[in-house]
């Protein structure tokens, strides 16, 4: 059967950009209220200059009338009342440049919060598709971190960003229009100080700081998550008393992270001074441009000239917060390009290929035919050339030294992964021809690295059916040996474990997964390592409900405490990703081979433990 990636997925729609065309994109109908909201803000910008086009014209005005006799003078009356009329012109302009402004931030708002939720939306529903054997190369928090990050700095950059930079785009021009309006001279000068203080942006925002902004990031979520490493581990490094060395890693992390900062830093000094000094000095850059034209100015026309200067004199104030705006605008930008980044790189992630036409499982038999597969980016094989058949109702051991294989070959049953080479075969099926959701409802797993969600024993172990009925939950419980458990707890299966709550140990939440299994009530039952938290009671007690659980259910079971495969129908001993042995448990004793190697060294160790205890036992005696 022919299978294909689902490439026609949302995610896959916007992935492969990271600049704004690609966040108007996740907008989808809302792409409007952004460019109407830009409009506003273009409108906005325009607006806020009005003013100071009333401001030189009431100027002139009274610079003009200045010298008429204050009585009943027509032209004095004109003057006044132009002056009442421009007034008022201004602070409307005013007032309309500011609703404008907020009406626009409305609309670009709604937009960015659409924004972010798809954000989110694509890359939860991504995550769905993706091989479940992602997440063990990944922590959630990390994925989190990404996620929210990105989701966050993209809806800044559109609810507020956005807006600034197109006001910061229209002002200038506004500016140069109304520069070159009156005397160009002064408008030149004025000009200068954009024309300057844009060029030191350039150095200081060029090229070079988006990836530098990239490293700085790295550094960030670095240092964030030795710190996590760090906290998590002081009781080992109390006990240990290595709180130097532990301390190292994070120190390294802090280290890098100061580096960069500084570094950066240092690099924007000199270009970050400058651009200070000369949005700030706009003023005194007109100064003598003013005394060069008073020279040559004519005294017929100097109340024009003084007005001019009050026009061009108040243009310079708004240079500085003008150009401000868009350095953080650009930063900003470039902040949010990184956090798009990473979403890009969730979503390149490939998904696995979807049967266009699954096929339905025959029974609950597992075969591997001639299986080869490699990790990603692995430079060889985990699992090499191996082949086996498992019928329905029978248990599977697979056994052998960490890291020869053996999860890796479990984690392929369940499709975690896809093999590089042969063919999975669950129910007769290739598991690529099967759908995912009825491979997973028909496959229960407990694995030693299982987790248990900051919620009550009975929402965790009902994960695994969430129609199921609260008798039925104490009913697996009770199948998984975890009565003492239920018991000894305050509001017993309602009771929050995790944060905020009770504490379980590694045997007991071993217990607890199991019970999660036994709920799901699957045809096949995949176990890594079920005791491998356990102690001499947990691991009795999981012994215990395992031989019931398994009755019926084709089980493949992975241990290294060798007690616990005796009566697996077929065990298989994997080496470097390949099978040197198979057979029963007395046929693998007989004959010569790791299996009977590793047989011997167990019963040495368990005869070791014993006569340990015993030889303390004589000792207390005495």
């Known amino acids: 059967m022919e299978h294909r990636v689902t490439s026609e997925s949302q995610s896959g729609e916007h992935a492969g950009g990271d600049g704004l065309l690609t966040l108007l994109r996740y907008a989808g109908a809302h792409r409007w209220q952004v460019v ?205 008393q290595q709180t130097t060395y532990s301390f190292k890693g994070f120190y390294r992390a802090i280290v890098a992270y ?12 000199r270009p ?118 498992v019928a329905p109702g029978q248990t599977l051991a697979l056994v052998g030294p960490s890291g020869s294989g053996k999860s890796s070959c479990a984690a392929l049953i369940p499709r975690f992964w896809d093999v590089r080479s042969g063919v999975v075969r669950v129910g007769g099926r290739d598991v690529r021809d099967l759908d995912p959701r009825d491979l997973m409802e028909n496959v229960a797993f407990v694995f030693q690295g299982g987790r248990l969600f900051c919620d009550t024993i009975l929402e965790n172990v009902r994960a695994a059916r969430p129609d199921a009925s609260r008798e039925e939950v104490m009913a697996a419980l009770a199948d998984a040996q975890c009565d003492d458990i239920v018991a000894k707890l305050p509001q017993g299966i309602d009771t929050r474990i995790g944060a905020g709550g009770a504490y379980l140990s590694g045997g007991e939440q071993q217990r607890v997964l199991l019970a999660r299994a036994i709920l799901k009530d699957a045809a096949i039952l995949v176990l890594d390592e079920a005791t491998a938290f356990a102690d001499a009671d947990n691991e009795a007690r999981i012994q215990r409900s395992l031989k019931r659980v398994m009755e019926g259910r084709t089980v493949v079971m992975i241990a290294h405490r060798l007690s616990s495969v005796l009566d697996a129908d077929q065990i298989l001993v994997i080496v470097d990703g390949e099978v040197v042995q198979r057979g029963t448990h007395r046929a693998l004793v007989e004959a010569d081979g790791p299996y009977r190697r590793m047989w011997d060294d167990y019963c040495t160790s368990v005869r070791w433990e014993i006569g340990t205890r015993k030889g303390e036992a004589f000792d207390d005696g005495q």
């Open 258 to 269: 100061g580096n960069l900062a500084f570094g950066f830093a240092q690099a924007a000094e």
């Open 36 to 240: 109407l909201g830009c409009v506003l803000s273009a409108l906005s910008a325009i607006l806020a200059l009005v003013p100071y086009l009333c401001i030189w014209r009431i100027a002139r005005d009274l610079l003009t009338t200045a010298s008429v006799s204050l009585a009943a003078d027509p032209i004095v009356l004109a003057a006044a009342s132009d002056t009442a009329t421009f007034g008022w012109i201004a602070a409307g302009s005013a007032a309309a440049g500011v609703l404008a402004y907020m009406s626009g931030l409305g609309c670009t708002h709604r937009a960015a919060f659409h924004i972010a939720t798809q954000i989110r939306t694509v890359c939860c529903e991504h995550l769905l598709r993706v091989p479940l054997g992602y997440y063990q190369s990944v922590s959630s928090g990390e994925l989190r971190r990404h996620v929210d990050a990105g989701a966050d700095l993209t809806e800044d950059v559109i609810a507020h960003k956005l807006p600034d930079v197109v006001g910061a785009i229209v002002t200038p021009v506004a500016f140069l229009v109304l520069s070159f309006s009156f005397d160009w001279r002064m408008g030149l000068a004025c000009l200068l100080p954009i024309v300057l203080g844009s060029a030191l942006l350039g150095m200081t925002m060029g090229k070079g700081a988006a990836s530098a902004m990239d490293d700085y990031q790295d550094a960030l979520d670095s240092m964030n998550r030795e710190a996590v490493e760090y906290v998590r581990g002081i009781p080992v490094v109390k006990v240990f």
């Open 272 to 389: 970050q001074t400058a651009f200070a000094m000369v949005v700030g000095s706009a003023f005194l850059l007109l100064i003598p441009v003013v005394a060069f034209a008073a020279a040559s100015t004519e005294s017929g026309d100097w109340a024009r000239f003084a007005a001019d200067f009050i026009f061009y004199a108040a243009l310079c104030g708004i240079t500085p917060s003008m150009l401000t705006r868009i350095m953080y605008v650009g930063q900003s930008s470039m902040s949010a390009r990184t956090a798009l980044r990473r979403v890009n790189a969730i979503l390149s992630i490939e998904p696995l290929p979807q049967p266009e036409l699954a096929d339905d499982m025959r029974d609950a038999s597992i075969a591997f035919e001639n299986v080869c597969f490699a990790y990603p980016g692995a430079p060889r094989d985990a699992v090499s050339h191996v082949s086996f058949t």
